[in-house]
């Protein structure tokens, strides 16, 4: 469906006047059916990719199509659920009016924009907010409003930047199942954030961009053995955790309990090792997910 093609973005700074890369020889495809998370640190490029991508902005260089269209035409034929990384709503608008007015726009038929809005209101537990103007909401609950505008529409391709931006746990949660229930053989959604725990939960795959650059792409099977990860081994009997697992360190104030990064291969061969030594494992955790893993090493690099 999406095709980046050797993408790149650059300008001026208008201070010091030197070329800033905002994007740079960015390659990637997506296609229906799937979930796809956009993470890295701030000024990576997340932005950048998500405005060419929208038509906002032109690419420097390489190629971006929509099922073989450019951007902009594509958009303005199919339209897109997009939520926006700040939501930029008409102040004075009451909620249920923002919402039944975003639901026009989005091509709900005009005899369904009552019935779905007041179901995207509900679904988004805007119900006790709908006395209030736009202005009056917390950022909460401003963002669920953002939330309601980009998912009133039936559209093929949902873009949603920084989605849990300002919600509370519960509604984070309630987000995940939102998201779930988007998931269509026929539409592609795409989620950048900085919430790799959320992307970890709810993406088939994560691009990984740092200093413009696409480091890495984590959620396909063939990679998952070889992935280094961080571990937590706590372990009975007299032993060298090094001898078996390279890089392990004991964790000052608690013996037997060692660190080691280590793919899932690497650190069933040492435990091997280690038990057929004579040690006794007693606990074996994994210290942080595999996107938080995977993103550590990429933007370390």
């Known amino acids: 469906m999406i095709r980046f093609e050797s993408v790149s973005k650059s300008y001026t700074a208008l201070v010091s006047r030197k070329r800033v890369d905002a994007l740079a020889e960015f390659t990637l495809e997506m296609a229906r059916g799937e ?3 956009i993470a890295g640190p701030n000024g990576a490029g997340k932005s950048t990719m998500i ?3 929208m038509g906002f902005l032109q690419p420097t260089s390489g190629r971006i199509t929509i099922d073989g269209a450019a951007p902009r035409p594509w958009v303005e034929q199919h339209g897109v659920g997009y939520l926006t990384e700040l939501v930029n709503l008409p102040p004075r608008w009451k909620v249920p009016t923002t919402v039944r007015r975003m639901a026009t726009l ?3 038929a005009a005899d369904a924009v009552a019935t779905e809005s007041a179901a995207m209101m509900t679904r988004l537990g805007l119900d006790e907010h709908a006395g209030k103007r736009i202005k009056q909401l917390s950022k909460g609950n401003l963002q669920r409003v953002g939330l ?3 998912l009133i529409g039936d559209f093929e391709l949902v873009v949603l930047d920084e989605p849990t931006h300002g919600l509370d746990p519960l509604w984070t949660q309630r987000f995940r199942d939102v998201v779930s229930a988007l998931r269509r053989p026929d539409r592609l959604v795409l989620i950048a954030s900085h919430n790799l725990d959320e992307l970890e939960m709810l993406a088939d795959r994560v691009a ?5 650059r696409l480091q890495r792409v984590v959620g396909h099977a063939t990679e998952e053995r070889s992935e280094q990860l961080a571990w937590r081994l706590v372990l009975e009997g007299t032993v060298d955790v090094t001898t078996a697992i390279a890089g392990a360190m004991p964790i000052a104030g608690r013996a037997g ?3 080691c990064l280590a793919s899932r291969r690497e650190l069933s061969t040492g435990l091997a090792t280690l038990l057929a030594g004579g040690a006794v494992l007693v606990e074996c955790v994994p210290e942080e997910g595999r ?3 995977a993103f550590r090493e990429a933007v370390q690099r």
């Not at 990984?208 to 413009?212: E, F």
């Open 35 to 37: 979930v796809v998370g």
């Open 291 to 293: 996107l938080e893993s």
């Open 106 to 108: 989005s091509g709900v």
């Open 51 to 53: 405005s060419l991508l």
């Open 208 to 212: 990984i961009l740092d200093h413009g």
């Open 257 to 259: 309990t060692w660190r």
């Open 148 to 150: 309601g505008q980009a």
